[in-house]
T-cell receptor
Framework: EDKVVQSPLSLVVHEGDTVTLNCSYEVTNFRSLLWYKQEKKAPTFLFMLTSSGIEKKSGRLSSILDKKELFSILNITATQTGDSAVYLC???????????FGKGTTLSVSS | NAGVTQTPKFQVLKTGQSMTLQCAQDMNHNSMYWYRQDPGMGLRLIYYSASEGTTDKGEVPNGYNVSRLNKREFSLRLESAAPSQTSVYFCASPARWAGAGETQYFGPGTRLLVL
């Protein structure tokens, strides 16, 4: 059975901390892995990862994929209160099929 | 939420009532999806449509029906709402990138409360 597992399920940090969110997967016909941020509304796209070892960066956020060990991490440096959200990991299988989502990591950043 | 719209944004139903959630995309995509999101459960696929006129069950289809009457619209119907269907419902449509890439864009969501 295909599955995506995220850890931790929730996390509380102080502003300025660096956090690492984890996503492991077991799926057939893997094509890519996606990270989304969700703040009380629809998920918004962050990154798409298809190749191992290539880091994607956007400001203070970065992510990398390990296709051998079947996991990805999402790093957020110098966290801000605006980073408080649920971070979702999803795996894309063959084109045109639905995503498989993990349950998400709820990040709370306190000032 | 580029190109995916949903209505209504919020709905309260009594147990046993019926309703239809509407979704439309203007990106000319073949595939469309309905997910539900519950606390601690992530997003779970209810139904999907790979192309106009075709629909398939996802992970949690019981209690729902769908219609894909044209390429643009994909509706989700609750024939007899139950409290267990209280959830946030998202419609999504894919956007393919060059190569192996594909992501999905989500509509704004419908919050449904069944009393």
């Amino acid at each position: 059975e295909d599955k995506v597992v995220q850890s931790p399920l929730s996390l509380v940090v102080h502003e300025g901390d660096t956090v690492t969110l984890n996503c492991s997967y077991e799926v057939t016909n893997f094509r890519s892995l996606l990270w989304y941020k969700q703040e009380k509304k629809a998920p918004t796209f962050l990154f798409m990862l298809t190749s191992s070892g290539i880091e994607k960066k956007s400001g203070r956020l970065s992510s990398i994929l390990d296709k051998k060990e079947l996991f990805s991490i999402l790093n957020i440096t110098a966290t801000q209160t605006g980073d408080s959200a649920v971070y979702l990991c999803a795996v894309v299988r063959q084109a045109g099929t639905a995503l498989i989502f993990g349950k998400g990591t709820t990040l709370s950043v306190s000032s | 939420n580029a190109g995916v719209t949903q209505t209504p944004k919020f709905q309260v139903l009594k147990t046993g009532q019926s309703m239809t959630l509407q979704c439309a995309q203007d990106m000319n995509h073949n595939s469309m999806y309905w997910y539900r999101q519950d606390p601690g459960m992530g997003l779970r696929l209810i139904y999907y449509s790979a192309s106009e006129g075709t629909t398939d069950k996802g992970e949690v289809p019981n209690g729902y029906n769908v219609s894909r009457l044209n390429k643009r619209e994909f509706s989700l119907r609750l024939e007899s709402a139950a409290p267990s269907q209280t959830s946030v419902y998202f419609c999504a449509s894919p956007a393919r990138w060059a190569g192996a890439g594909e992501t999905q864009y989500f509509g704004p969501g419908t919050r449904l409360l069944v009393l």
